[in-house]
């Protein structure tokens, strides 16, 4: 297709169902993209700049669900005003039309939407509203319908393997395509490989040389280069170059991990920045934390963040070795280079260089578990 500066789209959710609690077929997902986001992305590229959704008056329930489809920077409108319609077709230039769902891959059979002169729309729509014509229209030619969720059922493992291709043809390795789920949203980088068991979603992007799985989950995420992600789960948030997430690690929403980070089995993270060469190798959770550089965390470490009823931070600096079993208690701050000792419930900030130590005395009786063996007569 040509790039037309300035084009516009005009899409139709139209009520096909008795029940409009269901979810128009436009805003149905695919591959976990809403086929009206995954338009959306196609035509951008394309040069279209202005949308205009018809949502009838039976579907406003949908109108929010229908606007997250685009980017603050589009300029979309949500509406079954006719007015608005209209105003919105006034001046020169082609608009592309989706009478019905359609996802922009070819598959069998030949979508409905077609482009035409926005005049020409204005004269077939409203001028002369009988004909339901437009003058010299033509084919969009890029696009399959999707008229049915039975349909879109049918053709939906045909499209994985069309977005596969895509990335195979652009240097990307995938060991097994019939075992992975890529939305078309996400870019991957050549020499990254993807093994078996994967989903991308959402809003993703992976670096170049990148390792992801087995069984990894990624949504809405951005990935640095040479970056392994094995068997663990990432939702949006940023992670660096040259980092190692897993296996069993969980990375929620609003986190930056740097480069050079380890996040190995059974950590999670939470709203938390983590500075470069940091390691969290096992067992820990880190949340509401601001973590400096080449911080150590031994196993077993809490950040305890949450008191009932409202959130607190930490602040750990560059250096810091936090030992195993440590307690932090938000909000608290440990000073670039400290340690905690291993066992330790800090609640009071810790200066940089110093040791915190806080455990109770220790007690040895002898004797004693061979004493309550024979009382029970066990031994």
């Known amino acids: 297709m040509d790039r037309m500066e300035n084009a516009r789209a005009v899409f139709f959710l139209e009520d096909d169902s008795s029940d409009v609690s269901i979810r128009p077929l436009m805003l149905q997902p695919v591959l976990f993209c809403p086929i009206l986001s995954w338009l959306r992305q196609q035509l951008r590229g394309e040069g279209v700049e202005r949308f205009f959704v018809w949502l009838p008056e039976s579907l406003s329930a949908w109108k929010a669900e229908a606007e997250a489809c685009f980017a603050p920077e589009d300029m979309a409108i949500v509406s079954c005003d006719r007015a608005a319609l209209r105003d919105f077709l006034q001046g020169e230039g082609k608009v592309t039309v989706f009478p019905d769902a359609e996802v922009p891959v070819r598959l069998e059979g030949r979508g409905y939407a077609y482009r035409a002169e926005a005049a020409a729309l204005i004269e077939g729509w409203f001028d002369a509203p009988n004909t339901n014509e437009v003058r010299g229209w033509e084919p969009y030619g ?132 983590i500075g470069d060469g940091t390691k969290i190798s096992h067992l820990t959770y880190v949340g509401d934390s601001d973590v400096g550089q080449k911080v150590n965390f031994g196993c077993g470490t809490i950040t305890t963040n949450y008191d009932g009823f409202r959130k607190f931070r930490c602040d750990i600096g560059d250096g810091a070795f936090i030992g195993c079993n440590t307690n932090l208690v938000a909000p608290v701050k440990i000073g670039a280079g400290a340690y905690t000792a291993a066992g330790s419930t800090v609640t009071r900030d810790v200066p940089p260089d110093a040791l915190h130590i806080a455990r109770p005395e220790e007690t040895i009786k002898e004797g004693w578990a061979k004493r309550r063996r024979q009382a029970h007569g066990k031994d």
């Open 142 to 273: 890029n696009s399959t319908p999707i008229l049915s969720l039975a349909d879109l059922q049918a053709q939906e493992m045909a499209i994985r393997d069309i977005i596969t291709a895509k990335h195979l043809a652009n240097g990307v390795r995938i060991l097994d395509p019939n075992t992975v789920y890529i939305d078309p949203r996400v870019e991957i980088g050549a020499g990254t490989l993807i093994l078996p068991g994967t989903i991308l979603r959402g809003h993703t992007t992976i670096g170049r040389d990148c390792e992801i799985g087995p069984n990894a989950m990624i949504r809405d995420c951005t990935v640095g280069d040479r970056t392994e992600v094995n068997a663990s789960q990432c939702n949006e948030s940023a992670i660096g170059s040259d980092t190692h997430v897993g296996p069993f690690a969980y990375i929620r929403p609003h986190c930056t991990v740097g480069d050079r980070i380890k996040v190995g089995d059974f950590v999670e993270l939470k709203n938390s920045s």
